[in-house]
């Protein structure tokens, strides 16, 4: 994609709420897949996106390569500008990095951080 970029969402971006605060509209999304992962949680450390999302625990997507491990979860089209912002509200917990989805799109997930 030239204008836009794929973003996997399994959590808070898929909040109204959370929408809303980071790009100051409602996104339209694809219902998808994402294989090898599973679902844990995260205490959140930015309390800026605890408020925005009210929710102190987020889903965390972890790699296990396992074929039938799944998450189910919704791909959203974004901009550059709203990448960026995605970023910003990810960036204490979260990192970016390229998937592709059982659908066969690539696309952006956010996971865990690694430990320092």
């Not at 980071?22 to 897949?33: K, P, W």
Request: glycine share 8%; charged share 20%; no cysteine.
């Amino acid at each position: 994609m030239s204008a836009r970029e794929w973003v996997f969402s399994y959590g808070t971006l898929r909040l109204a709420e959370v929408q809303q605060a980071n790009y100051g509209r409602l996104l339209d999304g694809v219902a998808d897949e994402l294989p090898g992962y599973r679902l844990e949680y995260l205490a959140i450390s930015n309390p800026e996106v605890v408020a925005i999302s009210g929710i102190a625990e987020h889903p965390v997507a972890r790699h296990t390569g396992l074929a039938g491990d799944r998450v189910a979860g919704t791909r959203f089209a974004l901009t550059a500008a709203e990448l960026v912002a995605t970023d910003a509200y990810e960036s204490a917990d979260y990192v970016r990095v390229p998937v592709d989805l059982l659908s066969g799109t690539p696309a952006w997930l956010y996971v865990a951080k690694p430990a320092q």
